[in-house]
Nanobody, 119 residues
Framework: QVQLVESGGGSVQAGGSLRLSCTASGSIFSINDMYWYRQAPGKQRELVARISSGGSTNYADSVKGRFTVFRDSAKNTVSLQMNSLKPEDTAVYYC?????????????WGQGTQVTVSS
């Protein structure tokens, strides 16, 4: 059984910072790409950031220059440092991992963590 558990969400004023973390546990051989998504009320879930096993990253245009994704592969952890937060960053943030188990690759999601940015 594999679980991804996020932490670090909360409430912050515009301009503030938060760091989200996501730790995978279970029968994991390795994890390929890891992602952060978010979903605001009434909107579709959108990709925020991606980091490969080799450390290459991609970001949504809306967060470039403000958010940084990084990972500790030895600890099966991915984090998202969010700076200069804006009210439009308010959403539930989810991590996702491409987990290698045996000879297969499986997608797992975390349960989500709420981020609320007030103006």
């Amino acid at each position: 059984q594999v679980q991804l558990v996020e932490s670090g969400g909360g409430s912050v004023q515009a301009g503030g910072s938060l760091r989200l973390s996501c730790t995978a546990s279970g029968s994991i051989f390795s994890i390929n790409d890891m992602y952060w998504y978010r979903q605001a009320p009434g909107k579709q879930r959108e990709l925020v950031a991606r980091i490969s096993s080799g450390g290459s990253t991609n970001y949504a245009d809306s967060v470039k220059g403000r958010f940084t994704v990084f990972r500790d592969s030895a600890k099966n952890t991915v984090s998202l440092q969010m700076n200069s937060l804006k009210p439009e960053d308010t959403a539930v943030y989810y991590c996702r991992g491409e987990v290698v188990i045996g000879t297969g690759i499986y997608l797992y999601w975390g349960q989500g963590t709420q981020v609320t940015v007030s103006s």
